[in-house]
T-cell receptor, first 113, second 114 residues
Framework: ETGVTQSPTHLIKTRGQQVTLRCSSQ?????VSWYQQALGQGPQFIFQ???????GRGNFPPRFSGLQFPNYSSELNVNALELDDSALYLC????????????FGQGTRLTVV | KQEVTQIPAALSVPEGENLVLNCSFT??????LQWFRQDPGKGLTSLLL?????REQTSGRLNASLDKSSGRSTLYIAASQPGDSATYLC?????????????FGKGTLLTVNP
């Protein structure tokens, strides 16, 4: 059974650019959630996808968007990058719309300069 | 709005000591609570999941308790080892319409000294 994998592990982008982060969910899991973790803080919920539909969103602007594919893998897209977007982006997979145990990937460290 | 607080923010103990990490939450209408471990710059490793109907869960040297009515959970680590050094995060999932997300505390940074 494979765990949650994220790519890339590290990324440096310039302010104003766009970025796409990727996540492969754990085998058999149909729900993927994305979180943003700033240095020294707990992760903050961005949004969740269940069976290819967004079914929950946190307090993030529309320039944060996502997709979930038929194999339940997911992408997080961020447009018009700002310096404050620098953070560790975490993907979690689970079953049944997210109410079961969540398993996280290793994260993508995004630095915006 | 659910708020999760973890005390202390940092803890340093000698190897072999038993210790308790605390987590409190403001809304007691929770679906479940999950404890995680995070090594520096890494992702989260799930340690224990407690459903709202449960009082405690155990895994090896770890024991987590839940008191919904008082809005508290504790993580007990027995016979601590240097390899236990990490940040420990508590996360709560509300029941009802907001049960799709976890709300995290800021974590407790644990250092176990040899």
């Amino acid at each position: 059974e494979t765990g949650v994998t994220q790519s890339p592990t590290h990324l440096i982008k310039t302010r104003g650019q766009q970025v796409t982060l990727r996540c492969s969910s754990q085998s058999g899991h149909n729900t993927v959630s994305w979180y943003q973790q700033a240095l020294g803080q707990g992760p903050q919920f961005i949004f969740q996808y269940y069976r290819e539909e967004e079914n929950g969103r946190g307090n993030f602007p529309p320039r944060f968007s996502g997709l979930q594919f038929p194999n339940y893998s997911s992408e997080l897209n961020v447009n018009a990058l700002e310096l404050d977007d620098s953070a560790l982006y975490l993907c979690a997979s689970s079953l049944g719309g997210g109410r079961t145990e969540a398993f996280f990937g290793q994260g993508t460290r995004l630095t915006v300069v | 709005k659910q708020e999760v607080t973890q005390i202390p923010a940092a803890l340093s103990v000698p190897e072999g000591e038993n210790l308790v990490l605390n987590c409190s939450f403001t809304d007691s209408a929770i679906y479940n609570l999950q404890w995680f471990r995070q090594d520096p710059g890494k992702g989260l490793t799930s340690l224990l999941l407690i459903q709202s109907s449960q009082r405690e869960q155990t895994s090896g040297r770890l024991n987590a308790s839940l008191d919904k009515s008082s809005g508290r959970s504790t993580l007990y680590i027995a016979a601590s080892q240097p390899g236990d050094s990490a940040t420990y995060l508590c996360a709560v999932r509300l029941s009802g319409g907001s049960n799709y997300k976890l709300t995290f505390g800021k974590g407790t940074l644990l250092t176990v000294n040899p």
